[in-house]
């Protein structure tokens, strides 16, 4: 089986940001830059998609996600956050660490899979410290990587 996203070693970063709107547009320059991809038009889905309600689930956790056409399979961009900024979440807890998700535009379940997968994986508290604790943007990767493509075993 393979996995059901792919996340490029330059789409894990480690950012200082001041509000939830400056993580989004980090978000969208990290997916136009990395995987090629309209910025403007990435910005406008994602920003689109959290007007609907905040997509921080909690636990220092937000998982920023959209459909988006042009797209073959679904990708990833993993932020780490210097200092935790308050995203609106569900417990009212600030965010450290954005899993940011895009889809195919008609990519319906697998979208919905993709995102119950990271939703899993963020769960975990263990796996929470590990990404809070990792040293730096390589150390961070190696540590999803493993799980990403363990769990696609």
Request: charged residues 25%; aromatic residues 6%; negative net charge.
């Amino acid at each position: 089986m393979t996995a059901l996203f792919s996340i490029d070693p330059q789409a894990v970063r480690v950012v200082r940001a001041e509000s939830k709107a400056q993580i989004l547009d980090m978000l969208a320059a990290c997916f136009a830059s990395v995987y090629r991809l309209d910025r403007a038009q990435v910005q406008e889905r994602i920003e689109e998609r959290e007007s609907l309600g905040s997509t921080g689930f909690g636990r220092g956790v937000a998982i920023p996600h959209a459909r988006l056409d042009g797209l073959s399979r679904p990708v990833a961009v993993f932020l780490r956050l210097e200092e935790p900024v308050d995203f609106a979440s569900a417990d009212g807890m600030p965010v450290d660490c954005v899993f940011g998700l895009l889809s195919p535009e008609q990519a319906g379940a697998v979208h919905l899979q993709a995102l119950a997968a990271i939703s899993r994986l963020m769960r975990d508290d263990r796996m929470h410290q590990r990404l809070t604790s990792a040293p730096d943007a390589d150390a961070l990767y190696a540590v999803l990587v493993n799980v990403i493509d363990r769990d696609a075993a």
